[in-house]
């Protein structure tokens, strides 16, 4: 009994003790309320908007503006605590409700590196205007070309479409146009030159860093007069665990805006109005108009609705102790919104590979970046009026059908309205069959060694190989009595070149009484780079197609044209020159110095050599000097730093250069030519000869651009608020124009150094960076102001004259530039709007009461006499316009909550101009914009757009009728993406986010064109790049929706 009696007391004490130990963990593993404060250690201050969660929980809470918050936890758990500019925080909760939390600066940030020429800097101690671009903000875009993305996302750099065609470059101009020739900037990717960025794909782009000003790209030299745009690829990272990464999307195309064009009905009623204006009787019949279809619509024959553009790369990085690596394999694809897949079409493959290796513990690093690419493309034309493929669309009337009973392409020969106009459909087929590829292998081998702490020799080899090919076919066809080709043909061309690069750098990094730094750079670059094509055309084909057009494939027996390069001085012919060399000599140093990170200075020449100028002018010197005081750093401004993070003043001048011109432009170089001449007196008797195909300058030299820039850096409010600005002023002297000379001097005009422009402006970057809970969002913008104006060109008139023929057959000059005026100015006579009637007409005089327009009648313009003598001609034009926009600007905002992300980016222009000339005003019979809806019809009707002639007589006359603003806000991106990364929970899969995305998704403008972005001019070859804003039907950038993943594993 009593052993029974002393089990059930064992029992009973046992679960005694367990209830005890229950209550006891239940006790202390109860959620309850946690209050506290989050402050800085460095100042004290509160920290607002701090996010504040329960480590592996969903949730949170963020502190108010005194810093506190409230959260429910339990004993044991952690509180993690985060906030822009401070280091995260992880704080055990213990028995007590309240806990205080002081987080540290995130000096991180302080520490960012940028690239500047042939190394990198800190962020926090750079004295020059530059701007770096993150490679995630690019890929952000989702575009295949990388200067796209580039758009909008910093200030003073102006980036346009030159056509929307895919696989077309961009124009790239910073702090405005500073030169008539190439005012493009320089691009170094990896360390070595190239002539674009193209073949990049934004993926395999770590961040792009722009030199702006002339001290930061001087170490350049004459290269650098346009600025320099330097790219880093992507690259592995000691003691990274290797990772494998996909990205991959998927989209389709069409135009965002389309132009309306006149149906027939409207056509003929317009035609038959411009008849009876000329005294003519009608040419249709209000039966005929009133039994008129639609008739066809040729912009919308000529666009898909469905082009496609994907992108798919697939990489992987990682290091070890001593080695790291990154290699991407991926392809892009674009088919045109213009005649799609089959007439417009990009493809690219690319191959990358980077690797680093440290040997004889860091004795010697040694390392390659390599990038092989190969392209494959076709396209329509989308130069000037002759070329322009889109611009028929504009010309042809809607009478004209697409196909013939057969199912044929329609002949108008036979047209009993006008038979001279063809299906623009059709031309742009029979016109455009072509194919062209690429293949390019472009990167640098180096050697580093480091003897002695801080002190390394550097030696790099840089190469850019390419080959190219291209074939055109064209078949028998008809269109019209002027559109037609009575024999096949085929053009055919082939070219190779490389660049070689040897750089040799010594460095030494050092400190004096540990208050004084300086880092010393000395360096040798010797440049390398030859070309050669070889072109030619033959007719008469076996057989009819693209895929079998080749020279050798004709039945011509006379055989073929070729063009083959003799010589670095031959005459450039239409495809440039037959064979191209150039080689330059480079010396440079650089000294940084800074005391405490306080007060910095930065110093830096190069001695260019150039094989482009004579012995006497070989040399160019470009010099820079810079200096920055970093404000808060100094005690003074101690009350400050509870708000004031970082403020660093900058002020730099330098020199930089530009040789962008063919070759030995110093010699008249003699060509032997099959060119005839008639010499002694025997009648038809002709000799082959030679002659000097170009004059000779012995006395050409660089081109020098030299800056003046003033600015400061600031971080305020912990990091949250970032702002830059800039002031600065560019004169760029001594262009390299071509002289004017006679038509009768028998040869090209030589190059001489001629003509200054000046550009100023200033530049403000503004961001925010925002934390409440799990919510994080920034919002940045940037904009800049540019003025341009030439100061001086060296001219009988002071001018350089612009192309003729360009608008329309047989059109005048209607571009410039001008001592006095921006560059590429509008050039042309001002209006005063429409005569209403005959009086008004008559009233129209001169204050010698001359009349000035005798021949006008009520409904045409009314031109300003400028220069009061009575009559309207080239005396009285001036400037109408300029294509320089006065701002520039972009903005971004992002957001992220939990696993979601949302990014847009938006970028726009004011105050620039746009000239547009759709219709070919020497065709009277060629078709309208509905614009033309609105033109003058009687009294009262219109004071804007004149009546309709037969023979154009308000439009022959370039004036500001042609002349349109400019400005646009373009909603570029926009992308919403979600990481399933989590919701897996699979350990293997570090990212799985989804996402959707539109670009140029909607475009405010007062333009009626298609597009307002038109960085395309009048190309004329290096003697004239100076024009742009010039809309002769130009080929739209497409929208696009698009789906993409992005997995990380």
């Known amino acids: 009994m009593e052993r029974i009696t002393t089990k059930k007391e064992r029992k009973v004490l046992l679960w005694a003790f367990i209830s005890l130990m229950l209550c006891s963990i239940q006790g202390y593993t109860q959620v309850r309320t946690i209050t506290g404060r989050v402050a800085g250690v460095s100042d004290g201050q509160p920290v607002p908007s701090a996010a504040v969660k329960v480590k592996g929980k969903q949730g949170g809470t963020s502190t108010n503006s005194q810093g506190t918050f409230s959260i429910s936890a339990a004993t044991g758990d952690v509180l993690e605590i985060t906030s822009i500019g401070y280091q995260r925080k992880e704080v055990r909760v213990g028995p007590s409700n309240v806990i205080d939390v002081q987080l540290e600066d995130d000096v991180k940030a302080l520490e960012e590196v940028v690239v500047v020429g042939y190394g990198v800097q800190k962020k926090k101690l750079v004295t020059g205007a530059t701007a770096q671009v993150r490679g995630e903000d690019l890929q952000k875009q989702s575009t295949t070309n990388a200067l796209q993305a580039l758009q909008g996302q910093a200030p003073g750099i102006q980036i346009a479409s030159t056509s929307g065609q895919p696989g077309e470059s961009m124009r790239v101009i910073i702090r405005g146009v500073g030169t008539i020739g190439n005012s493009g900037p320089l691009y170094i990717v990896d360390g070595v030159q190239t002539p674009n960025i193209n073949y990049l794909n934004p993926s395999d782009i770590e961040a792009i860093d722009v030199l702006k000003d002339a001290a930061s790209a001087a170490i350049y030299g004459s290269q ?547 934390v409440a809970g799990d919510f994080r969002y920034t919002i940045g913008v940037n904009g800049a102001y540019n003025k341009n104006k030439v100061t001086e060109i060296p001219t009988s008139d002071g001018i350089i004259h612009g192309a003729t023929n360009q608008l329309f057959d047989n059109s005048g000059e209607f571009y410039r530039a001008q001592t006095g005026f921006p560059i590429g100015y509008f050039w042309g006579l001002t209006t005063a709007g429409i005569f209403q009637s005959e009086q008004e007409v008559n009233a129209h005089r001169s204050s010698q009461n001359l009349l000035i327009q005798p021949s006008a009648q009520p409904g045409d313009v009314r031109y300003v006499d400028s220069n009061d003598d009575g009559i309207i001609n080239d005396l009285d034009r001036g400037m109408i316009g300029d294509p320089n926009p006065d701002y520039t600007y972009g903005i971004n905002l992002s957001a992220g909550y939990k696993g979601f992300d949302f990014s847009l980016l938006a970028s726009g222009v004011v105050g620039n101009e746009i000239v547009q000339s759709y219709r070919n005003q020497a065709n009277q019979y060629a078709n309208y914009t509905t614009s033309i809806l609105g033109r003058w019809h009687g009294p009262g009707s219109s004071n804007t757009l004149p009546r309709v002639t037969e023979n154009s007589t308000n439009w022959i006359n370039f004036s500001d009728l042609y002349v349109h603003q400019g400005d646009y806000l373009r909603i570029s991106n926009i992308t919403l993406g979600y990481d399933f990364g989590k919701v897996l929970k699979k350990g293997y899969l570090r990212q799985v986010r989804i996402y959707a995305s539109a670009q140029n998704l909607y475009t405010f403008t007062k333009y009626t064109g298609m597009d307002p972005e038109i960085g395309y001019g009048i190309d004329n070859g290096e003697r004239d790049r100076f024009s742009s804003g010039i809309d002769l039907g130009y080929y739209p950038r497409p929208r696009t929706f698009l789906l993409g993943a992005n997995i990380r594993f």
């Open 224 to 770: 650098a007069a346009n600025g320099v745009v330097l790219v880093t690829t992507r690259s592995g990272k000691r003691g990274q665990s290797a990772s494998v990464t996909i990205d991959s999307y998927l989209g389709m195309q069409d135009a965002a805006r389309k132009v309306e064009m006149l149906n027939s009905q409207q056509y003929a009623s317009i035609m038959n109005e411009a008849a009876v204006n000329a005294g003519k009787l009608p040419r249709f019949s209000p039966q005929q108009i009133a039994g008129m279809g639609a008739g066809t619509n040729w912009i919308n024959e000529m666009f898909v609705n469905d082009a496609i553009t994907q992108n798919h790369v697939i990489g992987a990085q990682g290091g070890g102790e001593s080695s790291t690596f990154s290699t991407s394999l991926s392809y892009t694809g674009q088919e045109g919104i213009v005649g799609g897949k089959d007439l417009s079409n990009y493809d690219r493959y690319n191959f990358r590979i980077n690797s680093e290796h440290n040997l004889y513990n860091d004795l010697l690093k040694v390392g390659q970046h390599l990038t092989f690419n190969y392209i494959t493309s076709n396209g329509i034309g989308v130069g000037n009026q002759y070329s322009n493929s889109l611009r028929g669309a504009f010309n042809t009337s809607p009478f004209v059908p697409m196909y013939d009973e057969a199912g044929n392409f329609f002949n108008n020969k036979n047209s009993t309205w006008y038979n001279g106009e063809s299906n623009p459909y059709a031309a742009m087929v029979y016109g455009n069959q072509n194919d062209r590829n690429n293949q390019r292998l472009i990167g640098d081998l180096y050697l580093e060694v480091e003897p002695i702490k801080n002190l390394k020799f550097r030696t790099s080899l840089g190469i850019d190989y390419f080959a190219e090919e291209s074939r055109s076919f064209t078949p028998i066809y008809e269109l019209s009595i002027y559109s037609f080709s009575d024999l096949t043909r085929v053009d055919q061309s082939m070219g190779k070149g490389k660049t070689l690069l040897f750089d040799n750098l010594l460095s030494y990094n050092f400190n004096v009484n540990t208050d004084h730094h300086i880092e010393l750079l000395a360096g040798s670059s010797t440049f390398q780079s030859d070309r050669s094509v070889i072109w030619g055309v033959n007719t008469d084909l076996i057989f009819n197609d693209l895929q079998h057009a080749w020279l050798s494939n004709a039945l011509n027996t006379n055989g073929a044209t070729i063009s083959v390069g003799g010589g670095p001085t031959n005459r450039p012919g239409n495809q440039g020159p037959t064979v191209f060399e150039e080689k330059r000599l480079s010396y440079f140093g650089r000294l940084n110095y800074n005391y405490k990170e306080k007060y910095l200075l930065n110093m830096t020449f190069r001695a260019d050599g150039s094989s482009k100028f004579s012995k006497e002018n070989r040399w160019g010197y470009f010099p820079s000097v810079s200096a920055g005081w970093v404000l808060t750093n100094e005690s003074f401004l101690a009350p400050t730093n509870k708000w004031l993070n970082f403020l660093k003043l900058r002020a730099s001048w330098g020199q930089v250069g530009n040789q962008n011109i063919i070759a030995f432009q110093y010699l008249a170089p003699v060509v032997f030519s099959n060119t005839n001449y008639s010499f002694g007196n025997a009648e038809g008797e002709l000799t082959p000869g030679a002659y000097p195909s170009r004059l000779g300058n012995p006395d050409l030299k660089w081109e020098t651009s030299e800056q003046l820039n003033l600015g400061f850096d600031s971080r305020l409010f912990h990091d949250k608020i970032n702002l830059t600005f800039d002031w600065y002023t560019k004169t760029t002297k001594d262009w390299l124009i071509a002289a004017p000379i006679l038509a009768t001097a028998g040869a090209d005009a030589p190059y001489i150094n001629g003509g200054n422009v000046e550009n100023k402006g200033i530049e403000l970057g503004l961001s925010f960076d925002g």
